[in-house]
């Protein structure tokens, strides 16, 4: 028992009486797609593709049903690539612009093999896809030196310092398509266990810096839908994303790595929760006039225009023949200002978002 899905998971969701622990979206809500199998590898059907690729199909298919908005991918195999056109990508990209189409998420790990390509840029795959949210790993503390499985080396960490492990792709060297999206905290994470209702783990990885990112990304579509009735575009996720933090990779990090020097933007929630739009209130005024209605002289575009004028012969108000109904039961109902010339009306209008709506009745 590996323990990871429950790591990830409580990095999403976990919540605790005391506190301790918890995830980034505790609110948030968890639909588990099993697509590795208990080894932690992808199995290949020979019509249906790899059952990663059938585990999005199937969220495709089932994003209304359970509400889906996000998904975490906290998975990718070893390679290491610059651009996501080999045509053994096709179906996933596909599936993925289909997510997005439906303004779901997907958040991909970069990868943990930055040592294992002799320090070369890229991502995995499936998270070199330019429509998901990629993610690499940072620490977020000195928490002392560690040495991992691939040979990789931190002699230092600190927060904002880059693990040596993940993988990364600058802008310049993805072309300005594929490239990192973001980073988040990934080593050490210590987050929910598999065994018993207080087990935890810790964990290192982009596996961990990914749900963190998730969790931002539910944070920022709550937020946005609160304010504007419906779920951001990915590419307005992205972007508020990446209102974060610049870190510089190499800057200071100590590692046995060959470091980019390249510019990435490490997420900040605080960051990106000021980013999302806000719910703009557009005040509203109501004003009413009274006075004797007379035909204009002369038509507007071809419009017959009727003035009210006040008790000071002065025009108190043009507007059409047939003012616009104000739906609301305590206001006046339309008159056709054509058949009250030299009557006295009383006219309500209100201004509400640059638009004028008017209800009329005899003064």
């Known amino acids: 028992m590996q323990g990871h899905g429950s790591n990830v998971s409580g990095i999403i969701v976990g919540a605790t009486l005391t506190g301790l622990h918890a995830g980034m979206a505790p609110g948030a809500h968890i639909v588990a797609v099993k697509v590795l199998n208990n080894q932690g590898s992808s199995e290949w059907h020979p019509t249906e593709g790899s059952s990663t690729?059938?585990?999005l199909r199937w969220v495709l298919e089932n994003v209304e049903k359970h509400n889906i908005s996000c998904v975490c991918?906290?998975?990718g195999g070893s390679t290491n690539h610059t651009s996501d056109t080999e045509s053994f990508m096709t179906e996933t990209r596909t599936i993925l612009q289909q997510l997005a189409a439906k303004r779901v998420v997907v958040c991909i790990a970069a990868g943990n093999s930055f040592y294992e390509h002799s320090s070369r840029e890229g991502h995995s795959f499936p998270g070199i896809c330019r429509e998901c949210v990629s993610v690499g790993a940072v620490y977020d503390d000195n928490i002392g030196r560690f040495t991992y499985g691939d040979g990789s080396i931190a002699r230092v960490t600190q927060a904002d310092f880059i693990t040596p492990f993940s993988q990364r792709l600058s802008k310049e060297k993805g072309g300005n398509i594929c490239f990192t999206t973001v980073f988040a905290p990934g080593a050490p994470i210590t987050s929910a266990g598999p065994v018993g209702s207080n087990g935890r783990t810790t964990q290192h990885g982009t596996s961990q810096a990914t749900p963190v990112v998730c969790g931002v990304v539910l944070l920022i579509q709550e937020l946005y839908k609160?304010?504007?009735g419906e779920l951001p575009?990915?590419?307005e996720v992205k972007l508020i994303l990446r209102s974060g933090v610049s870190i510089i990779d190499g800057d200071n990090e100590n590692d046995n790595v060959t470091?980019?020097?390249k510019t990435f933007i490490r997420v900040d929630a605080l960051k990106a929760l000021s980013a999302v739009p806000v719910k703009v209130v557009v005040p509203e005024?109501?004003?009413a006039v009274e006075g004797i209605v007379?035909?204009?002289a002369r038509k507007i575009n071809s419009q017959r225009f009727y003035e009210v004028i006040n008790d000071k012969n002065q025009i108190?108000?043009?507007?059409?023949?047939r003012p616009t109904t104000i739906r609301a039961a305590e206001e006046p109902v339309p008159l056709d200002l054509s058949e009250c010339v030299g009557k006295k009306v009383k006219i309500l209008y209100k201004e509400r978002a640059g638009n004028t709506l008017y209800g009329c009745s005899h003064a």
Do not use: W
Request: charged share 25%; aromatic share 4%; with cysteine.
């Open 53 to 55: 690729t059938r585990g």
């Open 73 to 75: 991918m906290s998975l």
């Open 226 to 228: 609160k304010n504007k």
């Open 233 to 235: 575009t990915v590419d």
């Open 259 to 261: 470091n980019t020097l």
């Open 285 to 287: 005024t109501s004003l």
């Open 294 to 296: 007379r035909k204009r």
């Open 316 to 321: 108190a108000l043009t507007c059409f023949a």
